[in-house]
């Protein structure tokens, strides 16, 4: 179901005439009031005023989790404290965590678009909806809940943890929709498998995952171990929260940004300069709606790509897809950005081939050499050479074809790529540069 | 009739030193007893390919010690122990253009005789050839009784 028919199927055309209106308010209200802003646009030389096409948008500077720090906790507010009803925080793993701030209109746009986001993944209002996004700082938890309720599902704010009693409410209350992270719905599924419940016993048809990266593997075991169709979700708390972008259930495939309320833009992650509609880049967030903490060409770290292709379900919505790499993991390898992403993509493509792999680059010489060792599983092992030659020729050739350059394939026992914390460390930079 | 082709058990090598005593250990540990062994290698990677008196106890045991592990059938030829005797077989072999992937011997406890492991891209029809060339092709269980 399209939850907003006005705005989800509106033509390219209207739609950016909405989005430059509600930009050149967002430049002009940011400028006025929030200091930093003000002093980055004047770094810069670009005034409000400069903006008249959305293609302009580059003309402004971008902002980073470095600038949100720094004005840690309150300082990038654009409304003062009495309009802010509510702030979530995202987890620091290094440092401060960032601090955002909503006021009660921002609070409502949040419930539509989450509505809209739930509707997107095939969840109706008569779904009882099993809610095991965390409730607290995070904004998984309250941003889905209060979408829910939009939508007039039925929701159960279970929040995380206590799997077993989890899975006794999903058979009493009979639980129809799965919000979690997908890592603790595989969780959940195992769960099950050690009380003995049976997946299909429950009446469980959707489950909505995000807040951390998946693959498709990860989708075809989660639909398989729980009977259910997986859909991605996609937000971040500078942003909004869970709910700016999201698969339809009808295509499975990319998730539909909600672009009259955020504004998309992929850039080449080194040089800053915006790529073309296809390639793969740095996402870049501007929020054209929010009011107590707009960002302005937000930096997400994240790496995807855009579609404009039209979609089967009737959005007129770009589509972003399923974030696989952060700009962090970054190599340049010979002049070449390359992603780790990139390669676990080719890996996954190969039957058989588990992607378990990791990067090492070294500088011999003037000239870098990047080795991909790759794990050989029982599925491609074999006791002749040529077989496995041909395996490393494959890879070889299909990274070729990526990423434009030629590295060496190493193959390498299972498990004998180190992990730590059960995370395989994925490049090994021996470069002194 | 009996099993004419041998199972051979091959291992996933990274080229480390130690691996090739830790996969004996293993196999000591378990009470198998290798009759035959061989060392494939590139500059990067080595299969390992072994066989042994308990096939069967012998995967399920590298498995477990977390080596790559896979099964193969290859053929066991006895050759007399005497100049000449592995060049009788080979002419066969090329003369029915038989494509053979690798080969290696090993010597049987009694001295008498050699025999030749060789991997077939068709066992079955090599088989035959040979056995009409004269030559004794050893069972299973005769290579796991050596
Ligand atoms: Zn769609």
Partial sequence: ?433 | MAEMKVEQIAVFLENKSGRLAEIADVLAANNINIRALAVADTADFGILRLIVNDTARAVQALRTAGFTVTKASVVAVEVADRPGGLAEVLKVVSGAWLNVEYMYAFVEKSGQNAAIIFRFDEPNKAISILQQAGFKILTNEEVCRL
């Fill in chain 1, 1 to 433: 179901m399209i939850w907003n028919e006005q705005y989800e199927t509106m033509p390219r055309e209207d739609l950016e005439k909405v989005q430059l209106r509600r930009l050149q308010d967002l430049v002009a209200r940011v400028y006025a009031r929030v200091a930093p802003y003000r002093a980055k646009m004047d770094a810069a030389g670009v005034r409000p005023g400069d903006i008249k096409t959305l293609a302009d948008i580059k003309k402004l500077p971008f902002t980073t989790k470095e600038d949100l720090r720094a004005n840690y906790p309150f300082g990038m507010f654009t409304v003062p404290l009495e309009q802010v009803v509510r702030v979530h925080a995202s987890s620091g793993t290094t440092g401060k965590p960032t601090v955002v701030g909503y006021t009660r209109r921002d609070i409502d746009t949040w419930a539509e678009l989450m509505a809209r986001a739930l509707a997107c993944g095939g969840v109706q209002r008569d779904d009882m909806v099993h809610n095991a996004y965390g409730y607290g700082l995070f904004t998984g938890g309250l941003g889905a809940h209060y979408g829910a309720e939009k939508l007039g599902a039925t929701v159960i704010p279970i929040s995380g943890g206590n799997s077993r009693r989890q899975i006794l409410i999903m058979q009493d209350f009979g639980s129809t929709v799965l919000l979690a992270t997908p890592s603790y719905a595989l969780n959940l599924a195992d769960t099950m498998a050690d009380m003995g419940v049976d997946v299909a016993s429950l009446k469980l048809r959707v489950g909505i995952f995000g807040a951390e990266p998946w693959s498709e593997n990860m989708r075809e075991e989660v639909e398989k171990k729980l009977g259910l169709k997986a859909i991605d979700i996609y937000g971040l708390s500078e942003v909004m929260g869970p709910g700016v972008s999201m698969e339809c259930i009808e295509a499975q495939h990319g998730m539909h940004i909600f672009e009259d309320h955020f504004y998309p833009e992929i850039i080449d992650p080194e040089s800053g300069e915006p790529l073309p509609m296809g390639e793969a880049g740095e996402l870049v967030f501007t929020t054209l709606t929010k009011e107590a903490f707009p960002v302005l060409r937000y930096r997400t770290k994240d790496i995807t790509r855009l579609w404009a292709e039209p979609c089967v379900c009737g959005r007129n919505f770009v589509r972003m897809e399923k974030v696989t790499g952060r700009t962090d993991d970054m190599l340049i390898i010979r002049g070449v950005n390359v992603f780790p992403s990139q390669i676990e993509h080719v890996l996954m493509g190969i039957k058989g081939v588990e992607p378990h792999y990791q990067i090492v680059v070294n500088r011999e010489g003037a000239l870098d050499t990047m080795e991909v060792q790759v794990e050989v599983s029982e599925q491609v092992f074999s006791d002749e050479i040529k077989t496995l030659e041909a395996l490393s020729r494959r890879i070889q050739a299909e990274i070729k074809d990526l990423i434009g350059s030629t590295c060496k394939i190493k193959l390498v026992e299972p498990k004998s790529i180190q992990r730590s914390e059960g995370k395989a460390k994925r490049v090994i930079d021996n470069r002194k540069i």
